[in-house]
């Protein structure tokens, strides 16, 4: 027995009475993965450019402040570098790679390439066999939630460079572990040990 199909009017009928007929809406750029706006900035979508812009930029401008101890000019320009170079660079990402790890490798290694040409990076050794060793797994230390942020900015830029980035990576961007890792290019262990010996250093500053 044959079924008529309904006509355009009871079409539309029935998507407004039984949301189950209705057809998904096709993404927006600012509703994808940012995996996916990459591959979409490959094949030159300006929109996905724009959207994965907008959604780092505040991110990213906080990490790069903080690790250049405050210095929000320079924190700026070192932004906006970072999103040239990943426009420059952006064929070189694979589309199997997460892509926020790949973003602040590039944004971590502009502020490194600074410190090398400023010549400010710190050389000092830090003594770990005197220190407490906090478990980074654990949640966001209190003492990073200082009043003064000013302060704890200041006491960050204290921190040799690997243990600062790591620090920052892991409680002010919410980088996972294994995100940190393939960010710096290190294993797993070494984050968590940066992140002990440092949060331990950090801690004795803020309240010396």
């Not at 929109?47 to 402040?65: D, K």
């Not at 790591?166 to 262990?189: C, K, M």
């Amino acid at each position: 027995m044959n079924t008529a199909l309904p006509s355009g009017l009871e079409y539309l009928g029935n998507l407004a009475t039984n949301p189950s007929h209705r057809i998904a809406p096709l993404p927006t750029p600012d509703t994808l993965p940012d995996e996916d706006l990459a591959r979409a900035i490959q094949r030159g979508d300006s929109r996905a450019l724009n959207a994965l812009v907008e959604r780092h930029h505040a991110p990213l401008l906080g990490y790069l402040y903080r690790m250049t101890g405050g210095d929000r000019p320079l924190a700026e320009d070192l932004v906006q570098e970072t999103f040239l170079r990943i426009l420059r660079n952006i064929r070189q990402y694979h589309p199997a790679q997460r892509f926020k790890p790949w973003l602040y490798a590039i944004a971590t290694n502009l502020a490194r390439d600074h410190f090398k040409r400023a010549d400010t990076r710190r050389t000092d050794p830090i003594q770990t066999g005197t220190l407490a060793l906090p478990d980074p797994n654990q949640p966001e230390p209190t003492f990073l939630a200082h009043d003064d942020a000013r302060q704890v900015i200041a006491a960050l830029a204290q921190l040799p460079a690997l243990q600062r980035e790591t620090i920052i990576l892991r409680y002010y961007q919410d980088l996972s572990l294994a995100e940190i890792a393939e960010t710096l290019n290190i294993p797993v262990g070494t984050v968590k040990s940066r992140l002990s010996i440092g949060l331990s250093r950090l801690k004795d500053l803020l309240e010396s």
